[in-house]
C-alpha cells in the first residue's frame, strides 16, 4: 500500500509559486521544505491539495486569497519613525507585531524605510492574489509525537531548537 498525505505526516516538498505566471518562490536544489500536514504549516488550500497525494506526486494547485494569504483588508500607512524602539532591527520585507488597545496582536509588513517614517503595510504581500503552485512530494513519513505536539517537523529541514 502507497503512503498517502493525511494528518500527521511530514511531508516533504519541491515546489514552485507563481503569481500572474511569474515566479515568486521555489525550493532551492538541495533545501526542500518539510511541512507536517494538518498543522497549518503551509495556506490552507494547499494543504487541503495536497491531502491524499503519495510520494513522487506532481499537484498543481490554484489557491485563492482567502484559502492564501487572505484578501486585501486596507491600506499601507506612514508610521513616524520615532515611534519605533532605537533599537529596532527594521527591514523592508519584514513582519512586525502590534498590539491594540485590548492587547490583540495586529501583525503588519514593513514596505518601506527612511529616516523620517516606516510605512506599514497591513496586509501580507500576497494577500489578495491568486496562488499557483506546482509541487511534487519528495518524502512522506509518520510525525513523531514530539512532531505533533510542537505543530512542526524536526529534522534537516525542520525546526531546530
Ligand atoms: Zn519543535
Not at 47 to 57: P, S, T, V
Not at 58 to 75: C, F
Amino acid at each position: 500500500m502507497t503512503d498517502k498525505i493525511t494528518a500527521n505526516k511530514v511531508v516533504t516538498l519541491t515546489y514552485t509559486l507563481r503569481v500572474d505566471g511569474e515566479i515568486i518562490d521555489q525550493s532551492r536544489d538541495g533545501s526542500p521544505l518539510l511541512y507536517l500536514h494538518g498543522a497549518m504549516n503551509i495556506v490552507p488550500g494547499l494543504e487541503e491539495q495536497l491531502e491524499g497525494a503519495a510520494q513522487g506526486d506532481t499537484v498543481t494547485a490554484t489557491v485563492p486569497p482567502e484559502k492564501g494569504y487572505g484578501p486585501r483588508i486596507g491600506e499601507a500607512q506612514e508610521v513616524p519613525r520615532h515611534l519605533f524602539p532605537d533599537d529596532a532591527e527594521l527591514a523592508a520585507g519584514m513582519q512586525v507585531i502590534a498590539h491594540d488597545d485590548e492587547g490583540r496582536q495586529i501583525p503588519f509588513f514593513i514596505t518601506g524605510i527612511s529616516d523620517e517614517a516606516i510605512t506599514v503595510d497591513p496586509n501580507h504581500p500576497l494577500a489578495g492574489e491568486t496562488l499557483h503552485f506546482e509541487v511534487t512530494v519528495e518524502a512522506l513519513r509518520d510525525a513523531t509525537d514530539e512532531e505533533i505536539e510542537h505543530g512542526h517537523p524536526h529534522g534537516p529541514g525542520g525546526h531546530h531548537h
